[in-house]
């Protein structure tokens, strides 16, 4: 049995390329099983970044972003090399990065930064980080998110957020499609979208015996 909780099948400067296994049985999530969910690429996002960055240099662009995994591919994609400004929380887990041989070239605290000297900079901060403070003592702030979410404008209404990225630690779509078409055995999914997930994969299906090989239970997150 192979399980896929939190997976992409996009490269990542830090873990092995993305695999099938051969098994018996793949467990999968469907967090973005519907076909509007296709997540561009990660440095394509940040050019958009960088973009706005040269557009507007006189704004500080202040980023939310997962402090485990998400704000490190927003950090050095795209080739940008200037410094950044990170919260203490993202700073604890790029020092474990770097133990293990990654370089996120040069970042400082955000905390103690003299807000005057922000403008034209990214600011990286968590995504429940209060931002109050920094708001009010950083030249024309510019809010960022970088989210799977990002791709619903509700969601980034919700948040406030006047810059979407969509940068995803989850399957889109046409991963979910292909990676499960790859797997031999029998097939369960969770977490999400499932039923439009199954509803696809057996239209696709041919014949009844392919449909037999997809076998969708009724649980929650665990077996």
Same mark, same amino acid.
């Given at each position: 049995?192979?399980?896929? =909780?939190?997976?992409? !099948? $996009? ?6 390329? $993305? ?9 999968? %999530? ?8 296709? +997540?561009?690429?990660?440095?394509? &996002? ?9 557009? $507007? ?7 939310? !972003?997962?402090?485990?995994?998400? *704000? ?5 994609? !795209? ?7 990170? +919260? ?19 970042? *400082?605290?955000?905390? #103690? ?19 109050? #403070? ?16 990002? /791709?619903?404008?509700?969601? *980034? ?15 889109? =779509?046409? &991963?979910?499609?292909?990676?499960? %078409?790859?797997?031999?055995? %029998?097939? =369960?999914?969770? +977490? ?11 239209? /696709?299906?041919?014949?009844?015996? *392919? ?13």
């Amino acid at each position: 049995m192979a399980t896929a =909780w939190t997976w992409t !099948a $996009f490269a990542s400067a830090w873990c092995p390329p $993305f695999e099938p296994v051969p098994c018996d049985l793949f467990v999968t %999530e469907a967090t973005f099983a519907l076909p509007v969910f296709r +997540h561009p690429p990660a440095a394509a &996002e940040v050019e958009r970044l960088l973009a706005s960055l040269r557009a $507007f240099p006189e704004r500080c662009h202040i980023v939310a !972003a997962y402090s485990l995994g998400k *704000a490190q591919r927003v950090l050095r994609q !795209a080739g940008y090399d200037e410094r950044v400004f990170v +919260h203490g929380a993202i700073e604890k887990i790029n020092a474990i990065y770097r133990a293990h041989g990654q370089d996120f070239g040069d970042t *400082a605290p955000l905390v #103690g930064t003299d807000g005057s000297t922000l403008a034209g900079r990214i600011a990286l901060v968590p995504p429940g980080a209060r931002l109050d #403070g920094l708001v009010r003592r950083v030249p024309e702030p510019l809010t960022a998110m970088a989210s799977d979410w990002m /791709r619903v404008r509700a969601r *980034a209404r919700q948040r406030g957020v006047e810059f979407q990225l969509v940068i995803s630690d989850h399957a889109d =779509w046409p &991963e979910l499609i292909r990676t499960v %078409e790859e797997m031999p055995g %029998e097939v =369960w999914i969770t +977490h999400g979208r499932e039923d439009a997930l199954r509803r696809h994969l057996e239209l /696709r299906a041919l014949g009844p015996d *392919a449909v037999a090989q997809w076998l969708w239970p009724n649980f929650n997150s665990t077996i």
